[in-house]
């Protein structure tokens, strides 16, 4: 429901909250499958196995975040190229037209 409000926002605003959307759900998905144990999307089902376990030994606020810094680190080389690239990537964006989209 969000990614729609980024069209009136300027581009490299629009790329900050689209990255906040994606880390959100990263982060989002790995609670819910270390505590419930159900992932909450495709990334988080490696944390099904140890990490729930390690929650119902009590330990969870420990893995937890060690898996939200573990994001961080992990995309730190894209959050960089998306930086650096934003204005390029905005030009290249603005020329796909009705055509290419709705393919």
Known sequence: MLPPTTYAL???SALIML???Y???QYGGSTTAILVNLPGGSSSVADLS???QLARQGRAGRRSARRRSGIRSRNLPQRFW??????PLTELAFKFGPGILFR
Do not use: C, Q
């Open 10 to 12: 300027e581009p490299t």
């Open 50 to 52: 140890r990490r729930y």
């Open 23 to 25: 880390y959100g759900a």
């Open 82 to 87: 998306i930086a650096a690239f934003r204005l």
């Open 19 to 21: 990255a906040g959307i």
